[in-house]
């Protein structure tokens, strides 16, 4: 999003801290911002929008912390898809903030923004693209599949997984493992890699 429209999205970040997601008004959020509450309207056509894009930034500022991992130079390929979007979830998931944001939104919204948004699509893309990338390089990639494809795939599989109803580490990812993985990737791991997934 561009600076001005970032700007006041943090301010009513601000007013939805202060006073909670559900409760903090337009009123609220012009005051936060410093400016008078038609101006908000210049910007953004109600509160569930800046709810919205209060979800987005702070799903941008995660993204750092998700590029931090670096997952795609790991040696085995699959775990490393399979760990990235475990840890997404689980990150996206336990956010105090977003939590917030989420509930004060109807579950249809909320399922749009993270399933169907491009901001959130072009997160997503960015931070896949390495391990994609490496995929398609060893022939991983399902051959009929595009990079931009599978990012949008995995999009709504982190949005399905991020809206259940808090799973173990284990069977998250052993769920990833066993769907998610196949409908992006084909042909037979390294023996090496095998070997260590079933001694693992």
Known sequence: MDEPTASLVRAARRAFAQYGPDRATMTDVARSAGVVRQTLYYTVSSRDQLLELAIVQCCEELQEQIDSWKLAEEGDL???????????VELTGSHQ???GLSASLPP??????FGES??????????LRP????????GRLRPEVTIE???????????????????????????????ALPSVFSGDRTPNSRRRHATS
């Open 118 to 127: 491009h901001p959130i699509e072009n997160l997503i893309r960015s931070s």
């Open 149 to 179: 494809e599978a990012s949008r795939w995995l999009q709504g599989v982190l949005t399905f997984a991020l809206l259940r109803d808090n799973p173990t580490p284990e069977s998250l990812r052993h769920e990833l493992r066993k769907f």
């Open 97 to 99: 903030e977003l939590a």
């Open 131 to 138: 391990i994609l990338e490496r995929a398609q390089s060893c």
């Open 78 to 88: 699959d775990e490393a898809l399979v760990e990235f979007l475990a840890r997404a």
């Open 108 to 113: 249809d919204r909320v399922k749009t923004v």
